[in-house]
């Protein structure tokens, strides 16, 4: 008899061993119950409790919650697990997402601010942009950087163009405040490498005449040129007389096409009316124009004009030279 009770229990302990590793295999090696990957949020302070019912709840496992929640307690991993936007693969396991959750492999967003836009078209492109959390409720530039940094400027071009890289649940000032530092660093970095004798008091004039020449030209090689040139016309009292600063100044009643009566018409950002820089950036600026600004091309030029392929210009060191130039490709006579 006590022969008989021992066998039992030997066998009886033999299928829970069985059971419990059917169980177990079946856990480690079961797909998820996705085709084309999916994304799953994981929210601040969920426990895995939490997560395997919402994993369950969504179709993603065909398992019950317990599985998932008991191994990681087995494992002591539970409280490791990191909250985040998450896009799980078709091919994985449970296991193998705990590992993706714990090690906190999130999705990374990307969010691209182009050289050249202006500060409101940034602003717009966030607001456009439903993977931010919009919480800016400032109507003016200057509110906006009032608000970023404390100061009391224009805030046009004062965010540098880059790709930048974020997480769900980051704000739209997040972005801007990378943005503004990235600048604020830029240009503090170019300044100490700057040529000597520049007509420029402040960085700050740097940056607007760096905005210029990034929409003056999209020729990479001819930016220290251009720059060259509008140094050396400031150092000779000449006006800049640069078409993106008349543009920038008629701000919605620009139309496309740049008028005589609009050259003349006075604006603080007419640069055919009015001697040096303009009061402020006219665009977002790249290092590349920053470090042109900084650093301009020698030479004797003072004008130039645009042949039309390329981006490319055409420069000259006298007026008669540069009409010429203007009537050959701009005016094509």
């Given at each position: 008899?006590?022969?008989?009770?021992?066998?039992?229990?030997?066998?009886?302990?033999i299928?829970?061993?069985?059971?419990?590793?059917?169980?177990?295999?079946?856990?480690?090696?079961?797909?998820?119950?996705?085709?084309?990957?999916?994304?799953f949020?994981?929210?601040?302070?969920s426990?895995?409790?939490?997560?395997?019912?919402?994993?369950?709840?969504k179709?993603?496992t065909?398992?019950?919650?317990?599985?998932?929640?008991?191994?990681?307690?087995?494992?002591?991993?539970?409280?490791l697990i990191?909250?985040?936007?998450?896009?799980?693969?078709a091919?994985?396991?449970?296991?193998?997402?705990?590992?993706?959750?714990?090690?906190?492999?999130?999705?990374?967003?990307?969010?691209?601010?182009?050289?050249?836009?202006?500060s409101?078209?940034l602003?717009a492109?966030?607001?456009?942009?439903?993977?931010l959390?919009?919480?800016?409720?400032?109507?003016?530039?200057?509110?906006?950087l009032?608000?970023?940094?404390?100061?009391?400027?224009?805030?046009?071009?004062?965010?540098?163009?880059?790709?930048?890289y974020?997480?769900?649940?980051?704000?739209?000032?997040?972005?801007?405040?990378?943005a503004?530092?990235?600048?604020?660093?830029?240009?503090?970095?170019a300044?100490?490498?700057k040529?000597?004798?520049?007509?420029?008091?402040?960085?700050y004039e740097?940056?607007?005449?760096?905005?210029?020449?990034?929409?003056e030209?999209?020729?990479?090689?001819?930016r220290?040129?251009?720059?060259?040139?509008?140094?050396?016309?400031?150092?000779?009292?000449?006006?800049?007389?640069?078409d993106?600063?008349?543009?920038?100044?008629?701000g919605?009643?620009?139309?496309?096409?740049?008028s005589?009566?609009?050259?003349?018409?006075?604006?603080?950002?007419n640069?055919?009316?009015?001697?040096g820089?303009?009061?402020?950036?006219?665009a977002?600026?790249g290092?590349?124009?920053?470090?042109?600004?900084?650093?301009?091309?020698?030479?004797?030029?003072?004008?130039?004009?645009?042949?039309g392929?390329?981006?490319?210009?055409?420069?000259?060191?006298?007026?008669?030279?540069?009409n010429?130039?203007?009537?050959?490709y701009?005016?094509?006579?």
């Amino acid at each position: 008899m006590r022969f008989l009770l021992r066998d039992l229990c030997l066998l009886i302990l033999i299928i829970l061993i069985y059971a419990g590793y059917s169980q177990y295999s079946m856990f480690i090696s079961t797909p998820l119950n996705i085709e084309n990957g999916e994304t799953f949020t994981i929210k601040s302070g969920s426990n895995l409790l939490q997560i395997s019912h919402q994993l369950t709840k969504k179709n993603i496992t065909p398992l019950s919650p317990s599985y998932l929640y008991w191994y990681g307690r087995y494992k002591n991993t539970a409280h490791l697990i990191k909250a985040g936007e998450y896009h799980i693969e078709a091919s994985k396991t449970l296991p193998e997402l705990l590992t993706q959750f714990i090690e906190g492999e999130v999705v990374q967003h990307t969010f691209t601010i182009v050289e050249g836009m202006t500060s409101k078209q940034l602003i717009a492109s966030l607001a456009a942009d439903n993977r931010l959390v919009h919480t800016l409720k400032a109507e003016s530039l200057k509110e906006i950087l009032l608000l970023i940094e404390g100061a009391s400027r224009h805030g046009e071009g004062e965010f540098a163009p880059d790709t930048y890289y974020f997480l769900a649940g980051t704000t739209d000032i997040a972005i801007l405040k990378r943005a503004h530092k990235l600048m604020q660093d830029n240009l503090a970095e170019a300044w100490l490498k700057k040529a000597d004798n520049l007509p420029y008091e402040t960085p700050y004039e740097a940056l607007i005449m760096a905005s210029i020449i990034e929409k003056e030209t999209g020729n990479a090689s001819e930016r220290s040129q251009i720059a060259g040139v509008f140094v050396r016309r400031l150092e000779k009292g000449m006006r800049l007389q640069s078409d993106p600063t008349i543009i920038y100044g008629m701000g919605e009643q620009y139309t496309g096409n740049i008028s005589k009566k609009d050259l003349m018409r006075d604006t603080t950002y007419n640069t055919y009316t009015r001697s040096g820089l303009p009061p402020s950036p006219i665009a977002l600026t790249g290092k590349a124009a920053i470090e042109a600004a900084l650093n301009p091309a020698g030479g004797d030029s003072l004008y130039f004009v645009a042949m039309g392929r390329e981006g490319r210009h055409v420069f000259s060191n006298n007026l008669t030279d540069h009409n010429k130039a203007v009537r050959k490709y701009q005016l094509k006579k």
